[in-house]
């Protein structure tokens, strides 16, 4: 059977085919978290220098592709890219399971992987990006993106559990058999769900280079994309090595020990997942950059509240309001700028705030990394809580930023 979704209206509830593509995408998701788990656990068996040698494998082809990704996107239909990548993955997680079976975890085989699974993130994520806005339309973003951010944080927080079991129990050549599986899921969702929405048929009138020229100059030119784009970059800099790397030094600085810096972990996520549901169930504000801009001033405060913080108790409370306002954060910036794009450049922008996250994380675990290493956790959770609040403010500033409204 084929889904094809009609025009939205109103206030329903999300389209059958959005339903579908996210269960799929979910189930992919898993699989990716599992596999991702095994080789760096696999990885980790070589020392430190093999293990940090195999992310850099996934993620440097992974940041030099994306906008000509988003380009081949553009041109050539996302749900097209998708099949495509699909179809790719499950020949490589195989062949990755024989390989694995035949050679073990040599370094080369992971990252050979990596490499592999780079390229094809660079194809496939800003395809993905795109398609909740062929789906379901501008109207309805908020809540269909608020319930994929859920969805991607349950399986973010079930994903590692079931790595550490299947590999416990077959290594890595079963996780990369399972993860083949459920790329065989979202390949069969996706044969049957074909977007109604789809962007003007591509047409080769320029070169890759001249499209991903394109794409950049469309994202500048809009004020609201380059604002939103602007809060984005502040955003993945400042709240997102909080809790992945400050949170472990603070703890170890302040001789918490690992279960309490894991309650604090999970106090964010439950923040995240809080205003997640809150959203997927009655949709988002109706100004989403004034949102967005306060979930940055949020974050901030709870950073500070980190920062500061005597006891894990208090710890907990600061991380819960950074998870609420990254929470409010996210679910308002990914809509208004899906919303924003013209369906011509869907893919690219979708590539772009792709890379503008990755290359700010990039940069400030290094530098955030190298403050702590200086002058302490906690100064160095001071300066982001004033990055973050300081660029919400400035958020908040911008009329056309602050005035925007989601699209109907």
């Known amino acids: 059977m084929t889904l094809v979704e009609a025009p939205p209206s109103g206030r329903e509830r999300l389209p059958r085919s959005y339903l579908a593509w996210l269960a799929g995408v979910l189930a992919s998701m898993l699989g990716d978290v599992v596999l991702y788990f095994a080789l760096g656990w696999a990885a980790s068996a070589h020392g430190g220098a093999v293990a940090a040698l195999v992310l850099?494998?996934?993620?440097?082809?992974?940041?030099?592709?994306?906008?000509?990704?988003?380009?081949?996107?553009?041109?050539?239909?996302?749900?097209?890219?998708?099949?495509?990548?699909?179809?790719?993955?499950?020949?490589?997680?195989?062949?990755?399971?024989?390989?694995?079976?035949?050679?073990?975890?040599?370094?080369?085989?992971?990252?050979?992987?990596?490499?592999?699974?780079?390229?094809?993130?660079?194809?496939y994520l800003p395809a993905s990006g795109s398609m909740p806005r062929r789906l379901v339309g501008a109207g309805?973003?908020?809540?269909?993106?608020?319930?994929?951010?859920?969805?991607?944080?349950?399986?973010?927080?079930?994903?590692?559990?079931?790595?550490?079991?299947?590999?416990?129990?077959?290594?890595?050549?079963?996780?990369?058999?399972?993860?083949?599986?459920?790329?065989?899921?979202?390949?069969?969702?996706?044969?049957?769900?074909?977007?109604?929405?789809?962007?003007?048929?591509?047409?080769?009138?320029?070169?890759?280079?001249?499209?991903v020229v394109d794409g950049l100059r469309v994202a500048w030119r809009d004020p609201v994309l380059r604002a939103a784009l602007v809060l984005v970059a502040a955003a993945a800099g400042a709240l997102l090595p909080v809790i992945s790397l400050l949170v472990p030094l603070l703890a170890r600085y302040r001789g918490w020990g690992p279960g309490a810096a894991g309650v604090v972990v999970a106090a964010q996520s439950l923040g995240v997942i809080g205003v997640a549901v809150l959203v997927a169930g009655r949709g988002g504000s109706g100004r989403p950059g004034r949102a967005a801009a306060l979930g940055l001033v949020v974050g901030g405060c709870g950073t500070a509240l980190l920062a500061c913080a005597p006891s894990p108790v208090v710890a907990a409370g600061g991380a819960l309001t950074v998870g609420l306002g990254s929470g409010v954060f996210s679910t308002h910036v990914a809509p208004l700028v899906l919303a924003t794009t013209p369906e011509s450049h869907l893919s690219r922008l979708q590539a772009l705030l792709t890379l503008v996250q990755s290359a700010a994380l990039l940069v400030m675990n290094n530098a955030l990394g190298n403050v702590a290493a200086v002058a302490g956790p906690a100064v160095t959770l001071g300066v982001c809580a004033g990055a973050a609040a300081l660029t919400g403010l400035g958020g908040l500033r911008s009329s056309r930023l602050r005035r925007a409204r989601p699209a109907r």
Do not use: C
Not at 93 to 117: D, K, P, S, Y
């Open 56 to 123: 850099t494998a996934i993620n440097l082809p992974r940041a030099l592709f994306l906008l000509v990704g988003g380009a081949v996107g553009d041109r050539f239909g996302a749900r097209r890219i998708m099949l495509i990548g699909d179809g790719v993955m499950i020949a490589v997680t195989v062949l990755l399971a024989l390989v694995a079976f035949r050679w073990e975890t040599a370094t080369w085989v992971l990252v050979g992987a990596g490499l592999v699974i780079g390229v094809v993130d660079a194809f």
């Open 140 to 211: 309805k973003l908020p809540r269909a993106l608020a319930l994929r951010q859920t969805g991607g944080q349950v399986v973010a927080l079930a994903g590692g559990s079931l790595g550490g079991l299947i590999v416990a129990a077959v290594g890595l050549p079963g996780a990369a058999l399972f993860d083949a599986a459920t790329f065989g899921i979202v390949l069969w969702v996706m044969v049957s769900v074909r977007p109604a929405r789809q962007a003007a048929k591509a047409v080769a009138r320029a070169g890759a280079f001249r499209e």
